[in-house]
């Protein structure tokens, strides 16, 4: 038999170790070496991350599986669609299939364990021949991702070895750990922006619908040790009963294990609840695949950390012994290893209990799906609508290629068809609920209302929630889907691609560009680039008409395709738009993900900009028309050695306290002497856009005349948490043109707008305000009244120029595509 490789010899340490890590090119380097010394394991490179490394899935399994693998993955997806199946014939591909289990590592690449603990499950279970390892190879398929986020990983472990030696060893990188999403990378299932999501979901909902996932990662240090699953309370609606109960089995055999080995600090139903983010881990859960989180403490990266045990917090419910936390950690030196043991243990108890039970974990998959089907078909909705006929056609294609990337069975009616009372005409699209994928439908199309009860309100009576209250994508997007509320029937066809909405013309000179499409916005940017002459109109929706040569007119939409129209003579032109030079700020203190999201919006539109550092803004921006300055805390913004007592919140305690010191160079704020730079920016001419909580910066600072009414209100008093919000839009203001008359506004405990300038109140434009009631759609909302009519987007002239108070993010996660417009409007001139 061919000798293995163990890591030790070709790392020259033992992943895990103390003061080493393992680099991502040599842990490539290592799986390809496995892969020629084994008959367990196949690597397959999915494509380059985002910054071009190798994303890398490993299937590991015996080699009569590996050899069989397509007929073991038919077996899997047909048993997530059981439609049309015997109880026979489940039993049959039960006795047949093998279990499929899917893991992942390192998703935040900054967590470094979770990669560094892959390279030694790997070896051991393609060179060991115990029973158990050999009963995991015969009955399991075990697809690993050894990094999700090799980018990140990159990053880290370089950064950690330039530090090594110095007091800033073991704190994390400055920046954020993926180029555009950061730490929201776990956040990207649904919309999948950055192409490793697009990779997990290939895996996931084309390939495998694996019957389990693991995704491990890692938490703060001073509570347990470790979080597995079950998860605490509230459960996410419309999620099947035998995804709980088989939570708790191997949350169960996960628990066991790290008894058996001596791993103390292990809880589970404390810390993260079912009813979380619509990552993968929670996700896969509506699709019936049993999702499981493991979070371990983390220590300085390969260096040890020491914890007093007076620093010790436990899980979260008590310190002491209980049911959810049967073994105390009392404190100590916590390394590297101790989190590589404990991932480790976890991920091999998932497997081994698939193992021994690959028949009911198979049966299970069908039941779910049947379970899944049964709740769509008693449901008083029956289906949900989609017409074609939106405000903005390009974002409803994007909606349905959303819904098929999530495997959704998505039907296209062939001819008219009658519902109730109304009729819809052919080519309108139907999400029937009858379904195995029920639970992610009417999470992603349903209006939603988050859970208000004992699971969800804290001790002081306020509502709590693990990110948003709601994930209904239309509504972010602005997209119309109708419950048809009644059953019906018609002529419809099952659709796998869909077309973009857009007509392709004739070429012609003169072309008028739908201003309610966003991707309209791109087509005017690359013209603008190309040297084309481009004018609003003053139609209603302040169209764009663009004049120029034919041949590239036809060019430019061909690679921008937006709905357009010929103009046959030069239509009433209001003013012609002009590119304005954009820059975005930028800090440190481990970067901003919300200043990746914005630059990742800008670069798909085609919007030029600049990164900003605090040194430019205290050099006044000569260079600049636009500063945007995306959600961040006040203490960020300025810096915390610069910011008030109060500025310094348990946000801004717990990142800095988990990403440890940083070097002078990075530590950044723009301080008292930006604020007045800014100031004179906006008084000379300048544009200053700020987002969600930066507007508090630009109300306190910078001079804008404006109160936030619920800045000073706590939890109960006012609460919205990540829900959409009904709100009135005036498509007459040029920061709304295109948007139409009633949007929805995703509100993350956003600041509201009162003018507060009695004098020079015409200083001021409110171009959309919250309705005057009934604002909520979906998610939960405390304190309605206190906002209600008030200003959600305000302009206020500032000598020269002005300030843009976003009482929301327009790019929020890149999703809010609804609401892209009020952001993409200001950076013309």
Sequence with gaps: MQKITSPK?????????????????????????????????????MGPTTEGHPFLKLTISSAKNLANLDRLRKISMRLADPRGLSAAEIEELAEEGKAVCVQTMSLHGNEVGGTQMAVNLAYDLVSKNDEDTLRILDEVVFVMVPCFNPDGEIQA???????????????????????YAGHDNNRDAVYQNVVESRHMADIFFHEWMPQAYVDHHHMGSYGARMEIVPYRNPIRKDTAPHIMRELNWYGAAMGRA??????????????????????????????????????????????????????????????????????????????LHDITDRQYTAAYAVLDTMARNRKSVLRDMAIKADYQIACGKSNPAFAYIIPENQHDRGEFTHLIRLLLR????????????????GTYPAGTYVIFLAQPKYGVITNLLGQTDFPVDRWTKNAAGAVTGYDTFTDTVNEFMGVEVIPAGTRFDGDFEVVKVVDAAFDTLKKSGRVILDARENAAYAAVNAMLKAGVAVYRTDSEN?????????????????????????????????????????GVFHRFYYGNDHEGWTRYVLEQYGFDYRTVYDKDVCDGLPDLDVLVIPHDSLAFILGPEEAPPSAINSWVRWITEFGGPQPPEYRSGIGLAGVAALKSFVERGGRLLTFNQSSDFAIDYVGAAVKNVVKNLN?????????????????????????????????????????????????????????????????YLAGEDYIKGKGVLVCCKKGKGEIILYGYEPQWRAQTTGVYKTFFNELYK
Excluded at 157 to 179: C, L, M, N
Excluded at 324 to 330: A, G, I
Aim: with cysteine; glycine share 8%; net charge negative.
């Design 715 to 779: 939890a109960v008093q006012h609460n919205a948490h990540g829900s959409t919000l009904r709100a009135l839009v005036d498509i007459n203001d040029p920061a709304c043109y295109g948007m139409p008359r009633e949007t929805y506004i995703l509100n993350y405990n956003s600041p509201t707008f009162a003018l507060d300038d009695k004098f020079d109140a015409d200083h001021y434009r409110v171009p959309i305000r919250y309705a005057d009631k009934a604002l909520l759609r979906s998610g």
């Design 258 to 335: 790290m008894e058996e080995k001596g791993l103390t600090g292990v809880s589970h139903g404390a810390v993260y609840p079912g009813w979380q983010h619509f990552g993968f881990s929670n996700i896969v859960n509506q699709h019936n695949i049993t999702g499981m989180l493991t979070e371990t403490a983390t220590a300085k990266m390969a260096t040890p950390k020491y914890i007093d045990p007076t620093q010790v917090k436990g899980n979260g419910l008590s310190k002491e012994a209980h049911f959810n936390y049967p073994s105390p950690w009392n404190g100590g030196w916590w390394h």
């Design 9 to 45: 010899e070709f790392f020259g340490f033992t992943p895990g170790d103390d003061f080493e890590l393992a680099h991502w090119s040599k842990i490539v380097e290592y799986f390809y070496a496995l892969e020629k010394e084994t008959d367990r394991m196949i690597v397959e490179n």
């Design 157 to 179: 472990v370089e950064w950690y070895y330039s530090q090594k030696g110095t007091p800033y060893e073991g704190s994390d990188a400055p920046e954020i750990f993926h180029k």
């Design 406 to 421: 999530q495997n959704i069975e998505v039907h296209r009616a062939k001819t008219a068809f009658a519902v109730g009372n």
């Design 542 to 582: 302040h169209d764009f008409y663009a004049e120029g040569d034919a041949d590239l007119l036809a060019e430019i939409l061909s690679g921008h395709p937006t709905v357009y129209r010929i103009a046959a003579d030069t239509p009433k032109l209001q003013n012609r738009v002009e590119r304005l030079r954009i």
